[in-house]
Nanobody, 120 residues
């Protein structure tokens, strides 16, 4: 059973920084893209940033220049460094991974979510 576990959310003032981390565990053969998504109250879940196994990144326009996604392939981990946070960044942040596991093939897995709250 593959699991993604996130950490690092919290409450921060506008202009501050937070770092989110996510680690995949289980019988993992390989991980394709990993990413972060967020869901604000009353809104649909949206992409924040993704990163391929080769390190190519993609960001939502709203976070470009402020957020940085990175991954450690040896540790099956992905991180999101968030700087210059704004109140509109508030939401539950979810880690996602396209993971190939034994006997299952490639599936999309999600973490349980971590709350990020930015006060004005």
């Amino acid at each position: 059973q593959v699991q993604l576990v996130e950490s690092g959310g919290g409450l921060v003032q506008a202009g501050g920084s937070l770092r989110l981390s996510c680690t995949a565990s289980g019988i993992i053969l390989s991980i394709n893209a990993m990413g972060w998504y967020r869901q604000a109250p009353g809104k649909q879940r949206e992409l924040v940033a993704t990163i391929t196994g080769g390190g190519s990144t993609n960001y939502a326009d709203s976070v470009k220049g402020r957020f940085t996604i990175s991954r450690d392939n040896a540790k099956n981990a992905v991180s999101l460094q968030m700087n210059s946070l704004k109140p509109e960044d508030t939401g539950v942040y979810y880690c996602n991974g396209a993971i190939r596991s034994w006997g299952v093939g490639v599936n999309d897995y999600w973490g349980q979510g971590t709350q990020v709250t930015v006060s004005s």
